[in-house]
Every structure is written in structure tokens, then in C-alpha cells.
């Protein structure tokens, strides 16, 4: 199970490693076997991070000098004539939204600061999807103005910094720049992150990125505002499903009454998130939950329920492919089955699929060993073939996995 890919060592290479750094390096039993990096638009629950304080990065940082890692970055992003931030590819709210707070807390410092010698630094953020467009779900995030295009994006920045990304692939267009970066700092809480920046703040204990992204904007001593606090609060909700998953600890809680004293309205972003739809969207959920199959004897026998949402399903009622998002929501509702699965055609004709289970299962695992990626409670993968092909891969994956109580490094 420990061993080095290519990625991995290449990332190490380029830095001085701790031997413990080396140690936590984990990759897939199964290397990608199809497909593209995974659409884990993951809103997993994770293991409780009451527990942990702030300045704890229990993660590829472990045993190294934590408090070093927080000041190199502080330093770095203090001294930047340029600042280049990157999140994953087909950005989730905290991806998108933890990415749009700090942008948001490094103009702010821009403004706020007291070295009126130096000009405030310059701010390039992005996102590595071609065609570049920001999920329709997520135009509320305030900055959108903020983005620019990838191919508006250096090739080789003085300081980057990545969102949510576990792996360096998963920038898509954008993993060039970060591989040439002169620091790169990667922020993030997936406990697969290997640690691929020159500084690695990772905390797998935190229930999003947005936590650590929350604690950085903390130590770059700027005051949350409305703006902040939107990214922030859109990432809390998105990883903890709305304070619903076993991660709202309350680290969770604490932060959030934070971000709401600065005067947004917790409703309203809800609502954006989730709870709105145009009406066709009531004509495609009948069409793909009348079609949801349920194998009680999937999934090692813990039960397994899918569906399929195709590109026909949506030119019926005039939806883009993000209608089908919210899909998986309705579908894990079953009782009778762990793991419920969501294959969703893309534009282009590929699956993006969406896999939860409850716990039984490591719906992490499957989708790893197939390509994608995510948490071992929410993951997805890319996929070509038909449904049914798919489907039988990941049965098998499905049908081999082992229980999913062993977590994280
Ligand atoms: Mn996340």
C-alpha cells in the first residue's frame, strides 16, 4: 500500500522530504485503469475534527515543523509580486469558494496593508476546465469577477497556491504551472494528499478546505469580511452536506458562527446551493429515479441503488449537465442499499459518476482504483462505454473492496 508513484516522486524531488513525508505517500493499489481524473465533487463526511486545533495539520505535515510550514507560506504570499491560485477541475463550493476567500482576504490585504512602498501584489485565480466555465450553481460566490481563464494563467508563477486538489493532476490544465511554480502551497484536506508543494498545508482532519483556507487568512492577519465569508461558508456547507455529515464537529460550528457575524445569510446561500431548480428539473428527477435499480446483494451485500441521467434525459427538458448534480441526494436516500451510484453523461458523451456509500462500503477505494478519486464515503470517476459497462466495472471494484472503517493515513 505504501509505495511511490511517479507523481509522488517527482514532487519530492523537486524539494527536500522528510522521511515521514515519504512514509505517508499513498497511492491506488490499482493504477487508473480508464477515464480522466475523477469529477469527486466529494461532500464526504469525515472523521471528526473536534479534536484538533488549529494549528494542527495532522497530514503530510505530520512530524515535520508545523508552525515553520505556516510561516513560509505567510512569508511567501506576504513578498509576492504575483499570486496564482488554482483549484481543482470542475470546482465544488469549497474548491471554488475557499480559492474565492482567499482572493478575496489577499486584495483585502492588498488594501489594508501598511507597506506602501510595495504595491499590492497581483492576483491571477482559476481553474483548469476546458472550456472554462464556473458551475451555474456557484455564479453567487461573490469574485466571480476574480477568475480568469486558464490560458490567462503563468506558466511559471512565483507563488501558487492550490485549492482542495489532492493530486497534482486533478488542476487539469493548470498542473503544468504548479509543477514549474517557484513555491508552490497546497492547501487542502483529502487524506490522500501525498504533499505535492514546497508547502504542504494539509489537515485531513478538517472538515473542508475552507477550514484550513479559514485559518491561513486568520494568520495573514486580515479581518473576515462579507466577501470572505461567503467562499468560506459555501465550502463549510458544501463538504459537510449543510452540517449533516459526521465531520460537523464543532470546529465546524465555531467557525461558521463566525463567518456568519460578518452579515451573510445562511438561507440564501442554501438556497443557491441547493434548493432551487428550474421546473424541468422536476420532469428529468421522474425520469431518472423511475429508471433507479436496486441490487440488494451489491456491494458485498450491503445493497446497492443507481441510476443514470443522460444527455437525452436533459435535452428533453432544456437542463445543463450541473442539473444532474443534486441527483445523488434523492438516489442515497435508500434504505435498503450502502452504496448508491449516479452515472451522469456529459456533454461529451462521457459518465461522470457519483458514488456514496453510508460506511459499509469504500466507495473511495472503488473510484480510485477506476480512474477517479474522493473520500471513501463520496467519490466519482470518469468513464467512456455504456452504462452497463460501467456499471459491471464497478461492481466488481464494489464487490472486492474492503469495509470502509479503515481511513486515512
Ligand atoms: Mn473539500
Avoid at 63 to 70: L, R, S
Avoid at 271 to 282: K, Q, T
Avoid at 379 to 386: I, Q, R, W
Amino acid at each position: 500500500m505504501i509505495s511511490l508513484g511517479p507523481q509522488a516522486l517527482s514532487a519530492i524531488a523537486r524539494r527536500p522530504a522528510t522521511a515521514r513525508e515519504i512514509l505517508t505517500v499513498v497511492t491506488p493499489e490499482h493504477p487508473p485503469a480508464q477515464g480522466q481524473s475523477s469529477g469527486a465533487d466529494a461532500r464526504e463526511p469525515r472523521p471528526d475534527a473536534s479534536a484538533a486545533g488549529p494549528a494542527a495539520l495532522p497530514g503530510p505535515g505530520v512530524g515535520t515543523d508545523i508552525g515553520a510550514e505556516w510561516s513560509r507560506a505567510v512569508k511567501a504570499l506576504g513578498g509576492a509580486a504575483e499570486i496564482c491560485l488554482a483549484c481543482h477541475v470542475r470546482p465544488d463550493g469549497d474548491a471554488l469558494g475557499s480559492m474565492l476567500a482567499v482572493a478575496h482576504a489577499l486584495r483585502a490585504r492588498g488594501s489594508q496593508e501598511r507597506a506602501p512602498s510595495s504595491p499590492p501584489a497581483r492576483i491571477v485565480a482559476s481553474f483548469g476546465d476546458q472550456p472554462f466555465e464556473i458551475p451555474r450553481i456557484l455564479r453567487f460566490l461573490p469574485g466571480a469577477g476574480l477568475l480568469s481563464p486558464p490560458d490567462a494563467f503563468p506558466e511559471r508563477p512565483q507563488v501558487m497556491v492550490t485549492f482542495d486538489a489532492a493530486r497534482a493532476d486533478r488542476l487539469g490544465t493548470l498542473e503544468a504551472s504548479a509543477r514549474a511554480a517557484d513555491e508552490l502551497i497546497v492547501l487542502d484536506h483529502h487524506a490522500s494528499n501525498a504533499g505535492f508543494g514546497t508547502v504542504n498545508l494539509v489537515d485531513p482532519a478538517a472538515a473542508a478546505t475552507a477550514v484550513v483556507a479559514a485559518d491561513l487568512i486568520d494568520r495573514m492577519g486580515v479581518e473576515l469580511t462579507r466577501d470572505i465569508a461567503m467562499g468560506l461558508y459555501a465550502g463549510l456547507v458544501t463538504d459537510t452536506g449543510s452540517f449533516k455529515y459526521p465531520t460537523t464537529s464543532p470546529r465546524v460550528h465555531e467557525l461558521a458562527a463566525r463567518l456568519l457575524r460578518t452579515g451573510i445569510e445562511p438561507g440564501s446561500v442554501a438556497r443557491e446551493l441547493w434548493d432551487r431548480s428550474p421546473f424541468g428539473f422536476l420532469g428529468l428527477l421522474s425520469a431518472v429515479l423511475g429508471r433507479a435499480r436496486l441490487e440488494p446483494a451489491g456491494a458485498a451485500g450491503h445493497g446497492l441503488v443507481w441510476t443514470t441521467v443522460t444527455r437525452s434525459d436533459r435535452a428533453v427538458h432544456g437542463l445543463p449537465f450541473d442539473a444532474a448534480e443534486s441527483v445523488i441526494d434523492v438516489v442515497r436516500r435508500t434504505d435498503e442499499a450502502d452504496v448508491a451510484i449516479v452515472l451522469k453523461e456529459d456533454d461529451e458523451g462521457r459518465w461522470q459518476v457519483s458514488a456514496r456509500s453510508k460506511g459499509a462500503a469504500n466507495v473511495g477505494r472503488a473510484c480510485v482504483a477506476l480512474g477517479g478519486g474522493g473520500h471513501s464515503l463520496a467519490a466519482g470517476f470518469t468513464a467512456h462505454g455504456t452504462a452497463a459497462e460501467v456499471m459491471s466495472a464497478l461492481r466488481l471494484q464494489l464487490a472486492a473492496g474492503p469495509a470502509a472503517a479503515v481511513r486515512g493515513p
